[in-house]
C-alpha cells in the first residue's frame, strides 16, 4: 500500500507546512487566510496522527519479518510469527478507516444552516405536514445538541404553515442537514378528509450553508431593503411597528423576508445572513452541477424539484428514493428519531465518493 503512504507523507508535510504559517505574523494579520488555514490544520489533524499510528504499525511489521528471517531461536521465532499474524489483521482494517479519512471532505459540511420549508401540491393537507415536520426536526435539533431560531413563517389558511423557516447552530450540522433538501411527499388521511380516503401532498425542504462574509462578499449596493408591519402572533407590539424587513437582491431577483424577531435591526441582521445564504447556495450549485457531467453525486445537485422520501401513514413506513430504504417506525421518525436514515445516507455518499477516487 505504498500509494496509501505517500499520500498519507503528502498530507504529514502539508500539516507541518500549515503549523508554521499559522504562526507567521504576516499571516495572522490577514484574518481571511488565517481562519482558512486555521481551519484546514484542524482537518489534517486526525490524518496526521493516524499517519503516525500507521506508519509505526508497517515498521513493527517490517522489523517482526526481518527478525523472523535472521532468527533461529524457536521461542523468538514464534513470538514474531504472532506479531505479525496480529499486525496483518490490523492493518487492513486501518487502510479501510484511512481511506474513509481521505475522502475529500465538503467544506461546507461544518457550517452553520438555513432551513425552508415550504407547502406544495395539497392545500391545507401539505400546511399541515409542514407543521409536521418543522416539529420532527425541531425534535431531532434537541436530540443532536442544536440550536435553532426562527427567522421567518406563514400561517397557513386552516392549520399549519405556508413555509417557515429558521437558523440552524451547532456541531457538523450542515453535513448531516443538507440530505434534507428536496421534495417531502406524504400519504395519509387528512383531517379533512370525510370519506377516509388517502390523499398524496408534497413539501419542499431547502438547506443552505450558512455563509459567512468570507465565503461570500454581499455588495449592500445591490440589496432594496423594505420594511413593512409583521403578519400572524406576536401581540399588540408586533402589528404596530414596521419591524418586518423585505431584501430583495437586484441582480438576481432573490427576494428574503424576515419578520420573525421584534427587533428592526435584529431581523435586517437575519436576513442578510440567509440572503447571504441564498446566493451563496446558488453559486455553490453551479459548481455542483458542472462537477455533475463528470461524476454523479448522491445530494448537493442542486435540484430541490427531486422527489427523496415518502412518508406513508397507512403502513407506518419511510422510504428514501435516493438509496432505496425504508423504514417501518414512522411514529418515532416524526417524533425526531432519523438519525439511522441521515447515517445510511451519509454512508452511501462515501461510497459514491470512494468509487471515484484510487486509492
Excluded at 21 to 50: F, G, H, Q
Excluded at 204 to 209: I, K, Q, Y
Excluded at 228 to 256: D, M, W
Excluded at 302 to 324: E, F, L, M, V, W
Amino acid at each position: 500500500m505504498s500509494d496509501l503512504l505517500s499520500k498519507l507523507e503528502a498530507i504529514h508535510f502539508r500539516f507541518i507546512e500549515v503549523g508554521t504559517m499559522i504562526t507567521d505574523p504576516e499571516i495572522i494579520s490577514n484574518m481571511e487566510r488565517y481562519v482558512k488555514l486555521n481551519k484546514e490544520y484542524r482537518d489534517l489533524e486526525d490524518i496526521d496522527a493516524v499517519y503516525k499510528e500507521y506508519k509505526n504499525v508497517l515498521g513493527n511489521l517490517n522489523s517482526a519479518k526481518t527478525l523472523l528471517e535472521s532468527e533461529t531461536d524457536p521461542e523468538m521465532r514464534e513470538m514474531a510469527k504472532m506479531e505479525i499474524a496480529e499486525l496483518d489483521q490490523l492493518r487492513p482494517i486501518m487502510e479501510e478507516d484511512i481511506k474513509l479519512l481521505l475522502i475529500p471532505k465538503d467544506p461546507e459540511d461544518d457550517k452553520n444552516a438555513i432551513m425552508e420549508l415550504r407547502a406544495g401540491t395539497g392545500g391545507d393537507e401539505a400546511c399541515i405536514f409542514v407543521e409536521d415536520c418543522f416539529r420532527m426536526y425541531t425534535m431531532f435539533f434537541k436530540e443532536m445538541g442544536w440550536h435553532y431560531e426562527i427567522l421567518n413563517s406563514s400561517e397557513g389558511t386552516t392549520k399549519g404553515y405556508k413555509e417557515i423557516s429558521m437558523e440552524i447552530i451547532g456541531l457538523g450540522l450542515y453535513g448531516m442537514l443538507k440530505f434534507e433538501s428536496g421534495v417531502h411527499r406524504v400519504q395519509r388521511v387528512p383531517e379533512t378528509e370525510s370519506q377516509g380516503r388517502v390523499h398524496t401532498s408534497a413539501i419542499t425542504v431547502a438547506v443552505l450553508p450558512e455563509a459567512e462574509e468570507v465565503d461570500f462578499n454581499l455588495d449592500m449596493n445591490d440589496v432594496r431593503k423594505d420594511t413593512f408591519r409583521a403578519s400572524g402572533a406576536g401581540g399588540q407590539h408586533i402589528n404596530k411597528t414596521e419591524s418586518a424587513i423585505r431584501l430583495t437582491h437586484i441582480p438576481t431577483g432573490v427576494v428574503v423576508e424576515c419578520q420573525d424577531g421584534r427587533s428592526q435591526h435584529k431581523n435586517l441582521e437575519k436576513a442578510i445572513s440567509v440572503l447571504r445564504s441564498r446566493l451563496y447556495q446558488a453559486e455553490l450549485d453551479r459548481v455542483h452541477n458542472e462537477r455533475a457531467a463528470q461524476r454523479k453525486t448522491l445530494v448537493s445537485t442542486g435540484d430541490r424539484s427531486a422527489k427523496i422520501r415518502t412518508y406513508n401513514y397507512p403502513q407506518g413506513r419511510i422510504t428514501d428514493h435516493r438509496i432505496n430504504k425504508t423504514m417501518y417506525n414512522l411514529s418515532a421518525f416524526m417524533n425526531g428519531d432519523m438519525k439511522e436514515m441521515i447515517d445510511s445516507l451519509k454512508m452511501a455518499e462515501n461510497a459514491e465518493k470512494l468509487k471515484g477516487q484510487e486509492i
